[in-house]
């Protein structure tokens, strides 16, 4: 078996005109798993000294023929279930693990935020590890000595950037981390699950970059459950599924596909979930916003259990909501899915094109109505999502906030009931 990892500078002439920024090929990583760890000394000291060969081990292969390209300036996303070997693909690429066999050949500096911090020597201090770790990362001396005030003032840890690390709470810690990550200015980056980092304002601040690195061509490897997300940012998706890919190509055509699959085998449980814990606040915090409530009603008669008339009923649900007012106003989104927890429809005012109007305090709200509701006989979750004003960075979710009991007195069938015309050939029905 042979590995091949190739780190290629773009200042190349000859490549200055390649359109791939990483090549995957043929990629397999294996362990050996052992029944008991004095097993592993008898494979060793049997493969050391020759005679009668033991295997003491059986194979798990966590990647197997995994080949794909990625262009320059493409986002491309990676979904699968746990332990499906997305973040062995990841460590693979940026060089933390090694692989079994196969080949990645990357053209361009990579810069990966998976975990962060990892890399700290907790004795040193914060501007000591920034010295460190944008060394390891590939900046020369001078190049970290022209951006570390930079750094230093994006992490906004104070006079704590001259302490040892080891003093640093969890958030200054996560914060410097990612700074020093994210401004070696890479031309490749890899993200695993979180697509912002940290609570608060540096949550939408560290959101903010990464977007600003996409939207300027960087190229970005994104991992996470959030398929919302990875639909919204990414160019093509990869799902992989027991460490293999299953299917690979548009963003939306893979995410039905592995909720198709998902559906198939999950048990969702159907309690409601009940975290609207804002209510008595009366200024959000920097960078933030929050769900101040939601109230789903049918017919004009609210509560978390709606009996609901398909094509008669008339069904309002109102999000309200409270944002720093230094953020552009926020986005609102509704999904409603059925008990297996499929989507079957949704609605958001960014995707709409609608501006939403905050006060001077940020308050503001959203109303979303369905004159005559269109789904037909079924149960139905109400989920709502307070987002950024692009519709992808997600400030609040509120899941299964309401619970609707569609009933109807027809005998059509299906999920939804589309408009429509009949005709008997010329006479309008």
Partial sequence: MSFESNQVQLNSPALETRDIAISVSNLAKCYH???????????????LFGGKKEQLYTEFWSLKDVSFDVKKGETLGVIGRNGAGKSTLLQMLCGTLTPTSGSIKSYGRVAALLELGAGFNQDFSGRENIYMNAAVLGLTDQEIANRIDEIISFADIGLFIDQPVKTYSSGMFVRLAFSIATSVDPDILIIDEALSVGDGAFSRKSFDRIMKMRDSGKTILFCSHSLYQVEAICDRVIWLESGKIQEIGDPAKCIVAYNAMLSRSSNISSDIDDRLDHLTITKAPAGVAYIKSVVVTSDGMPSKELRVFSRK?????????????????????????????????????????????????????????????????????????????????????????AKLIVEQSDLEVGVVSLPHLWTDGGRLL
């Fill in 33 to 47: 798993m052992y029944a008991q760890p004095r097993d592993r000394v008898r494979q060793a000291l049997s493969d």
């Fill in 313 to 401: 009923s008339f069904v309002q649900i109102q999000l309200d909501f409270i944002a720093d007012v230094n953020l552009k106003p926020p986005s609102v989104a509704v999904v409603i899915t059925d008990v297996d927890g499929r989507e079957i429809a949704s609605s958001g005012t960014s995707n709409d094109g609608l501006i939403l109007e905050i006060s001077s305090s940020g308050v503001g709200s959203a109303i979303l109505s369905f004159e005559k509701f269109p789904l037909l006989k079924g149960v139905y979750w109400v989920n709502v999502l307070l987002m950024c004003e692009r519709g992808i960075h997600i400030y609040e979710p509120a899941e299964k906030v």
